[in-house]
């Protein structure tokens, strides 16, 4: 072998040693879909989201027919480098992503120190789930609960408002003569009243609700328990929005002529009384937000919406060194981990199970 060829081998075995030392320095990022026995159809990242994580140097693996809840195929997923695999090798990855939490069963089958990212569901506050992510050590994160760096719900303020913005959708279906309702347009016309709107409660679901029945062209009353959030509303909204403190008499009146009734968490606890039921029109619309979210009928909006969010979440990842570093800088995402390196964290939860949860602070301050 000549002195030329050897130089040569040389350099190629450098650069493979450089490329094997890059390959196993890059984050891979696992996404599995929804399960089966459920309507949840929400998904959390679509094909350009995923384009922008993999120029990023992320390796994504995405389970076969994930995103089939949001109309794209594999091959969209395809064309922007991630790779169509079993939903056993996309929970064997560093991160995995979940619109939902995770069932024991699966979390089982991750990679022992991984991380799992989702919205907040009721798993979470399953002893199972819960004693799952503290056996294999895995780092749970609900998205709802990360505050942006002014302190700013994102993907939960996302999703609400689009849940507001869909249930006015719902509303104007139900109340047609195709889903099955009198055939009556929210906006009133020329010698006709508006439909009347009733929305009771507080928060960006709420003033997004408001906001779309307004210029849907409905005549919209917010009532709630707290006279300064009803002024805030009121900002938000404008001066068309009427805002009405909850009071019996007045509560009763508003019912009984209102042709759809929306009702989310006031800012004091608040229940809707079971005897307005009587008071109802037969054909009124009623909606709760804790128990529907619209946002499920519009799933793509969903992942256009917080793929947005996610992919500056996850730059922020690599530019800080990796998720640990990124949470010993970063108050916004302690907020929102549940558990933390086989240690549950989340207060709530810990009281809910009867089991002992830590401060994550403490646990940082003591890592470093």
Same mark, same amino acid.
């Given at each position: ?9 040389? @350099? ?12 196993? #320095? ?9 399960? #089966? !026995? ?17 120029? &990023? ?15 794209? #195929? ?43 990212? &989702?919205?907040?569901? &009721?798993?979470?506050?399953? +002893?199972?789930?819960i004693k799952a992510l503290i056996d294999k050590d895995i780092t749970c994160g609900c998205l709802d609960n990360v505050l942006s760096h002014n302190d700013v719900p994102i993907f939960a303020d996302i999703v609400d408002e689009i849940d507001g913005r869909g249930s006015i959708i719902y509303a104007q279906e139900y109340l047609s003569y195709l ?17 009347? =709107?009733? +929305? +009771? ?12 029945? @307004? ?43 209102? !042709? ?22 037969? #054909? ?12 499920? &009928? =519009? ?17 922020? +990842? ?14 916004? =995402? ?24 830590? !401060? ?9």
């Amino acid at each position: 072998m000549t002195e030329q060829e050897n130089i040569n081998e040389g @350099l190629k075995a450098q650069l493979q040693e450089v490329e094997e030392k890059t390959d196993k #320095s890059l984050i891979t990022l696992g996404l599995v879909g929804n399960y #089966s !026995d459920t309507d949840e159809t929400r998904f959390l990242l679509t094909p350009e989201g995923c384009g922008l994580l993999t120029s &990023s140097g992320i390796k994504i693996r995405m389970e076969k027919g994930a995103a089939n809840d949001i109309s794209f #195929s594999d091959a969209s997923y395809r064309e922007f480098g991630v790779e169509i695999v079993t939903r056993s090798e996309a929970l064997k990855t560093d991160i995995v992503l979940s619109y939902r939490p995770l069932h024991a069963h699966d979390i089982h089958r991750m990679k022992k120190g991984a991380a799992l990212f &989702s919205m907040m569901g &009721s798993n979470l506050f399953d +002893i199972n789930v819960i004693k799952a992510l503290i056996d294999k050590d895995i780092t749970c994160g609900c998205l709802d609960n990360v505050l942006s760096h002014n302190d700013v719900p994102i993907f939960a303020d996302i999703v609400d408002e689009i849940d507001g913005r869909g249930s006015i959708i719902y509303a104007q279906e139900y109340l047609s003569y195709l889903g099955g309702g009198k055939g009556v347009l929210l906006a009133g016309v020329a010698g006709i009243n508006p439909c009347e =709107v009733l +929305i +009771i409660g507080d928060g960006t679901v709420v003033y997004s609700a408001a906001k779309a029945a @307004l210029a849907a062209g409905a005549y919209v009353t917010l009532m709630n328990n707290d006279i300064s959030a009803l002024q805030t509303a009121k900002q938000v909204c404008g001066d068309n929005l009427n805002t009405i403190a909850i009071h019996p008499r007045v509560l009763f009146n508003k019912v009984k002529s209102a !042709d759809v009734i929306l009702i989310g968490e006031c800012t004091r606890t608040f229940e809707f009384p079971k005897n307005l039921s009587p008071a109802l029109k037969d #054909s009124v619309y009623l909606l709760n937000f804790q128990e529907t979210h619209p946002s499920i &009928s =519009v799933p793509r909006t969903v992942a256009m919406a917080l793929s947005n969010v996610l992919v500056n979440f996850f730059d922020d +990842i690599i530019v800080k060194g990796g998720l640990n570093h990124m949470l010993n800088t970063t108050p916004g =995402v302690q907020a929102g981990i549940v558990t933390f390196r086989g240690k549950l964290v989340d207060k709530l939860i810990g009281s809910f199970l009867n089991m002992p949860s830590v !401060d994550i602070k403490v646990m940082l301050a003591a890592s470093n």
